[in-house]
């Protein structure tokens, strides 16, 4: 994701405002789909994730028509 909004950046600068907070989504997209790697996840730890996926959804959501 790192990568994806760096690329992004330039015509969305909403995106790279977010760029330094992502690695928390890769990380646990990349944890939680390896099952034999499981750790539970926190609720705190939970609710920051979905936070910044609802940042990220303001952001996009209205660039893609939605």
């Known amino acids: 994701l790192s990568r994806l909004i760096q690329l992004c950046a330039p015509k969305c ?18 944890q939680l789909r390896y099952p034999d790697d499981w750790r539970e996840v926190e609720l705190d730890e939970m609710n920051e994730m979905m936070a910044l996926a609802k940042e990220f959804a303001a952001v996009l959501l209205p660039m893609l028509g939605r």
Do not use: C, I, S, W
Request: aromatic share 0%; glycine share 6%.
């Open 13 to 30: 600068p909403q995106l790279g405002a977010l760029v330094d907070r992502v690695d928390l989504l890769t990380q646990h997209a990349v």
